[in-house]
């Protein structure tokens, strides 16, 4: 069996950093072992190295996996995106990958919005089905697109308006309320990009701000209109935190994408740790995406308090914006 898993984790000194992805695809490589397969193949791409390059080796990932699931049948197979027909979704290298396998499973949620060989092309050659992950995802996220409890709330933060304006326009409408923070609301103020009616969306009154672009630069608090010029936003401000978690409060549908500011940096995390206390407390359908905010999840171990954390990105946003998704729509059965 072939099987698409979403293994793209971080690296740190030749080791995993974090293995919220690999643990991820478990179940459905433990419900195949469960069935008597005769090898599992494990294929993702790591990074975006253009060629093969020794920094985007599997090896550290196929290390982790054998600790978590010790198993000679399960075989990682190298990168991907080591090989130039993965992009182009080549069919020669989807034969390849194909080569000596009976189905495959396709479970890298965060990749099907990629036509890649990997997602796409293997999928033309094998009967092809949805692992459980796969499945879970469509669910979960699906649910946002239905009829929804209300009232429902929408957090988008992160740097650009582009990145999310498919979702600010598809589910923004449908929201109760809409909070944005992080360097889009400054966007949004200013370009209202998303051409929402203003009025409709609650954007920061008050901003953490740096005189620099660095992690120890001189910081204060101001109101948003009395940011001193020359000086950046990098994070929400108390008066802001207080609002959102009282609008997050009263929910009862949630999707959160996007942190509020420079969370890696922790004078400037207090937004985002602020977002992601009230949307882990309080009773909602919550779902949260991307990976700054998953990670922020992580960190705070908060994970569990959501009712899903999505191990999508962009095929998340591009599902909650209405598109079809190239992998999605190759398999038959889903």
Request: with cysteine.
């Amino acid at each position: 069996m072939l099987v698409r898993a979403d293994l793209n984790v971080p690296l740190e000194d030749g080791r995993v950093a974090d293995d919220t992805r690999i643990e991820a695809s478990l179940p459905t490589l433990r419900l195949l072992l469960d069935r008597d397969a005769a090898e599992v193949r494990v294929c993702s791409h790591l990074g975006r190295p253009k060629g093969p390059d020794p920094a985007f080796s599997m090896e550290p990932v196929r290390a982790r996996l054998r600790e978590l699931l010790p198993d000679e049948r399960i075989e990682v197979l190298e990168n991907t995106r080591f090989n130039p027909g993965e992009r182009k979704n080549d069919p020669d290298f989807a034969r390849e990958l194909a080569d000596g396998s009976d189905l495959f499973v396709e479970d890298a949620f965060g990749s099907v919005h990629r036509a890649h060989a990997s997602t796409v092309g293997v999928a033309e050659l094998l009967p092809a089905y949805a692992g459980l992950l796969l499945e879970r995802e469509l669910e979960e996220l699906g649910k946002l697109l239905g009829d929804v409890e209300r009232p429902f709330v929408l957090v988008s933060g992160g740097a650009k308006v582009e990145d999310k304006l498919g979702v600010l326009q598809n589910l923004g409408g449908k929201a109760d309320t809409v909070l944005i923070g992080g360097k889009m609301a400054e966007e949004l103020r200013t370009e209202n990009a998303a051409h929402f009616r203003l009025e409709d969306v609650v954007l920061p009154t008050d901003a953490i701000a740096a005189a620099a672009f660095e992690p120890g630069a001189q910081a204060a608090t101001f109101a948003v209109e009395a940011i001193p010029d020359g000086w950046l936003g990098l994070d929400i401000g108390p008066e802001t935190r207080e609002r959102f978690a009282e609008e997050i409060s009263r929910a009862k549908t949630i999707f959160w994408n996007g942190p509020m500011g420079v969370f890696e940096w922790p004078r400037f995390a207090e937004g985002t740790k602020a977002v992601a206390e009230a949307v882990a407390g309080v009773d909602a359908f919550s779902v949260v995406g991307g990976a700054d905010s998953i990670r922020a999840l992580n960190e705070l171990g908060l994970t569990d308090k959501v009712s899903w954390a999505s191990t999508g990105g962009g095929a998340a946003l591009e599902l909650l914006e209405g598109k079809d998704l190239p992998g999605v729509s190759v398999i038959p059965a889903a």
